[in-house]
């Protein structure tokens, strides 16, 4: 949906000063400072990603500063966005950058601001940002948000004095520049961290975390199980499951079995396929999802709402491995796939569509909430075995290079089905390492969730060190006024009378203002 509210009615309701002004300062219609020119809807036949003919900007390009579509059909250069020009995203987030990419087209979806006169251009970001954000803030939407350039012309810029806008962008650029030097040395520990959690996973599942129970039973002259020996067990405790179930559910039909007949309905689960994975730890053995659950199943499909009794987990409540319960949404108690739906302690979590990045995500359900089920974008795993191991394996290295050869790419997502997580091949380690295995990941996980939480509090610090350095910049604080400047009050007239003489503008192809030379 598109925004229908009074700009002005919201520069006038806001109070985290990002939309304020300098008493001395005067506002001035952003139309009357910038053109505005929309993107050309371009025939997507002539879209490609392997280089052939111009650059593309796109929505999606304007925070990255980068492209990877290109447009080999006829075009005019008007549309030719250059580095350094002002472009804003007119769907979703309304987010303003100046183009950091090579010259590339405005498509569609996607305005340029260029420069009238009266206000400069590298200032504009910093300013207009702070307007987007409330206008987004503001519009309603079930799908994606739009933003007209008509919004945008109505923008009423602060307008410091000339010179004032000068001083006023040098400290920002300054300011911002360590600020932006901070963030780097936060995402470079960041980044550090996430190897760390990586290289211990590995570790783990190469069964080189701990020592293997192999070579303590060697050391210290005695015999061990295998794991070939626990895996018997599991199979044998996962028929015997089956046919409990079973034979409970021909009882409650009403159709007792005379004989053991209906015994041989049982399917032995398929081992996995070994034939290219790597020579495990001695001791230990592969098993198949399949092998080590009870049930592999899908979540609902219901639409849940903030209203309800049973919490509904989400593929977003999946975060570094764990169950993160601030959002939650519901469906009613007496809702027809329940109890049926309802988690159980240890249940596994997967994530089985979403970006190549984030499927294959994995959580456990440790019984909190006490009550829960959880929605169809994500697959449920009743092991028979430690879920935190399999999820371990899961998120790990191994894991992750699964989840990307075994995924199918579909409009832009991608998605792994419940038959190729059933045949996911699981190392297993003999019971009496487990503890020790997952002991050490437990520590570990948690020294590095403890740095974690601290770069996570410094990350928010930055960024309300931001807003607050874009706050004094707005109220006139965060450069000293100088008397001897030209007052803003004769530059908004120099701008009136500018546009009041201004001769008709050229419309270009799709009717909107064309750019000046």
Not at 165 to 183: I, K, N, W
Not at 426 to 436: H, Q, S, T
């Amino acid at each position: 949906m598109s925004f229908t509210e009074s700009v002005a009615d919201i520069v006038q309701a806001n109070t985290n000063g990002l939309l304020a002004k300098h008493s001395s300062w005067g506002r001035v219609p952003l139309r009357d400072v910038f053109y505005v020119q929309n993107g050309f809807p371009f025939e997507s036949k002539y879209f490609n990603a392997c280089g052939d003919g111009k650059p593309l900007l796109r929505i999606r390009d304007i925070v990255s500063g980068t492209t990877e579509t290109f447009y080999s059909g006829p075009y005019d250069d008007e549309f030719i966005v250059k580095p350094g020009d002002i472009v804003v995203g007119m769907d979703g987030d309304f987010n303003i950058r100046a183009w950091r990419g090579p010259e590339a087209l405005l498509n569609q979806r996607v305005c340029r601001l260029a420069p009238r006169g009266g206000y400069l251009q590298e200032l504009l970001p910093w300013v207009l940002q702070g307007y987007l954000n409330a206008i987004n803030a503001s519009t309603s939407a079930i799908t994606v948000k739009h933003l007209s350039s008509r919004t945008v012309e109505e923008i009423p810029l602060p307008l410091p004095p000339a010179s004032e806008q000068g001083r006023l962008l040098e400290s920002l650029e300054s300011e911002m520049s360590r600020l932006d030097a901070a963030e780097t040395s936060l995402q470079y520990v960041r980044g550090r961290l996430q190897a760390y959690r990586a290289s211990v996973l590995k570790a783990a599942v190469e069964g080189r975390l701990v020592p293997t129970e192999a070579e303590l039973a060697r050391k210290e002259g005695r015999e061990y199980e295998a794991a070939s020996v626990l895996l018997d067990r599991i199979l044998k405790e996962r028929r015997h499951r089956w046919e409990e179930n079973e034979l409970a559910r021909l009882m409650k039909a009403g159709k007792a079995p005379k004989d053991d007949r209906w015994k041989k309905k049982y399917e032995e689960p398929e081992a996995p396929d070994t034939r290219k994975l790597s020579e495990l730890p001695q001791g230990w053995c592969w098993a198949s999802i399949e092998q080590l659950s009870l049930r592999v199943f899908y979540g609902t499909s219901a639409k849940t709402s903030q209203d309800g009794e049973v919490p509904v987990l989400r593929m977003g409540n999946i975060i570094d491995g764990v169950l993160d319960l601030a959002d939650l949404k519901y469906l009613p108690a007496d809702h027809p796939e329940f109890p049926e739906l309802f988690l159980k302690r240890g249940d596994l979590l997967f994530n089985r569509t979403n970006s190549a990045e984030l499927v294959g995500k994995t959580a456990v359900y440790r019984g909190h909430p006490p009550t829960a089920s959880f929605a169809s974008y994500l697959i449920g795993a009743r092991l028979l075995v430690d879920a935190g191991w399999v999820s371990h394996v899961i998120n790990s290295p191994y894991g992750r290079h699964w989840a990307s050869d075994v995924a199918v790419q579909q409009v832009g997502q991608a998605n792994i089905n419940g038959s190729k997580l059933k045949a996911l091949a699981v190392p297993l380690p003999p019971l009496a390492e487990f503890d020790r295995i997952l002991s050490q990941v437990d520590r570990a996980h948690s020294s590095s969730q403890n740095v974690m939480t601290t770069l996570q509090r410094e990350q928010l610090r930055v960024a309300r060190l931001r807003q607050g350095i874009l706050k004094w910049a707005f109220e006139g604080k965060l450069v000293d006024q100088d008397p001897a400047d030209e007052p803003a009050g004769r530059l908004l007239a120099r701008i009136r009378a500018a546009r009041a003489t201004t001769t008709t503008i050229k419309k270009s192809k799709n009717g909107k203002e064309r750019l000046a030379g």
